[in-house]
């Protein structure tokens, strides 16, 4: 063998050895191999044209998911290189295709994506699917290569010519003994390509659904303006004190920083953050520079136009974030992502630079506009008021409890071991199911705390309101981390328990109270949804008898099966639970909560933004609105338990 051969040969083995660890080991590459990980495979394959188009060679992006299962990503960037490898004696498309990681070899100069899920590189889709090709159009020729569970059935061929613009077609299908039989979601699909779409401005994105023939579905999202528009599609549901949002697009030193922020009549604080179009949900530098430039900002501009009654007085970064919706995008050539999930952006010199932009830009847009300055200025001291108010209630009921000898809640049963990383708070509807819960646990490490009829929609309410409701007190005071709206960071090593489980009756009124339940952790303490430490207890619907035997089912496909396994249904009692109150604790216990038997829905967060628009339609104020969002995403919103 002479050298290259050599070479090529141990480059062939440890490519094999690449897609073998990738195969083995699927979650360490894409988080998960559940409906979530599947996803991450398309957005794989999208941030390689998106960073095409970031670099400024790419205005067109589509995505189309096939009837066979399969997804189509098509650009029109400059095509992904094809030339020969000098050393490795093949395609470079063929490395970009078959090497873990091998996108940095070639350099693109742009802001990489490389964190979390993200830039793991397109090989991974391509070990993770059955089949795989990719077309690349360069200089009016066409070339194409195809591949099977990630190994390529051919080199790198030159299929013939065209004379459309250059760009790249990768096609891949799933393999669905990693993945089994999941279906990738549309609307999930839409949610990332619209966001996106808002964060790289002018970029023209597709969404075709192809996989029923006669029902066919094609969006396309373009935005020419941006974040602003962002801002404006996620308050779609608020009244906006403003016209529009405030709109800031600068480059300071390197770094492109856009933000768009507007103030609304709500109580919510709803930020989010991007770095390299990653969204940082656990926040990092450049969102500590956007807070920390908007209270200094606004608490300048107000003394210095004398807005402030009290000399002294100042507003807090609490306060100044109630009813803010704001979107801060910025973009770095080597960004640092840390933090539990790899979505907290490290890098210190982004601090000072948003800081800066921010404080200047939005001095200047307050000068400008006095009369939208004294409103917002206006609002921030009414949301002092309100947590001013909010503290004192806070400590009166803490006086108060300190009074009634225990510090926790009356109505809490709690668990006798102190270990959070075991005990589970079971929150459940009504008195009558509540009394059944906590005779029918295992109170070594459930804690059980009945709920009164409705709880408050804090999508509606001020915090002083929020903090005064007993049922939401109650519930603050068990789960032990604080409150958003009040204590700012919340203190996650005071989480008393590892699950926290709605119980509720399985009908309109138990999914309305888990909906605001979920509304207010979503707003007042995310970390914990985030987190995943959010379930939601699964009841059944019916009791199946037939002499001794008896059996559950959770839903009519589970009962008609137990029904035709007892050979029809002559001599069986079909008994169908309306509520958890009609369950004995020890039927409550076998159904429902016994860890050995129980199941439970977790919540999980894949995208707070539309989580975010999801909550102010289903808990704002257009009637109009939320029936159309229910009758459009009505499977859609039952998953959002899931
Ligand atoms: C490296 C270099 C060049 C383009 C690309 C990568 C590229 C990659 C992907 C992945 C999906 N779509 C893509 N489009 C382009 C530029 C090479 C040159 O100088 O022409």
Redesign the pocket.
Known sequence: MTTAEQQYSADKIQVLKGLEAVRKRPAMYIGDTSTRGMHHLIYE?VD??I??AM?G??DYIEVILNEDGSVT?R?E?????VDQHPTEKKS?LEV?MTVLHA?GK?D?ATYKVSGGLHGVG?SVVNALSEWCWVEVR?SKKLFKQEYQFGIPQTPVREIGSTRRR???I?CFKPDTSIFNNTRFSFTAVCERLRELAFLNKKLQIKAVDNRTPDQKREIEFCYTGGIAEFVEYIDENRNSIQNKPIYIEKEREGVPVEIALQYNDSYSESIFTFANNINTIEGGTHLIGFKTALTRTLNNYAIRNNLYKNSGFSLSGEDVREGLTAVVSIKVAEPQFEGQTKTKLGNSEVKGIVESVLGESLNEYLEEHPPIAKRIIEKCQTAARARDAARKAKELTRRKSALDSGTLPGKLADCSINDPEHCELYLVEGDSAGGSAKQGRDRRFQAILPLRGKILNVEKASLDRILTNEEIRTIIFAVGIGVAGLDGELEMNKLRYNKIIIMTDADIDGAHIRTLLLTFFFRQMQPLVRLGHIYIAQPPLYRIKKGKEEHYAYDDDERNNILHRLNGASGVAINRYKGLGEMNPDQLWATTMDPAKRTLKRITLEDVAAADRMFTILMGDSVENRRAFIEENAKYVQNLDV
């Open positions: 394959v390689n044209s960073d095409e670099a060679f790419c990503v650009d960037g400059r095509g992904i290189p470079a970009v996108g070639f693109r397109v360069r250059n760009g790249t990768t």
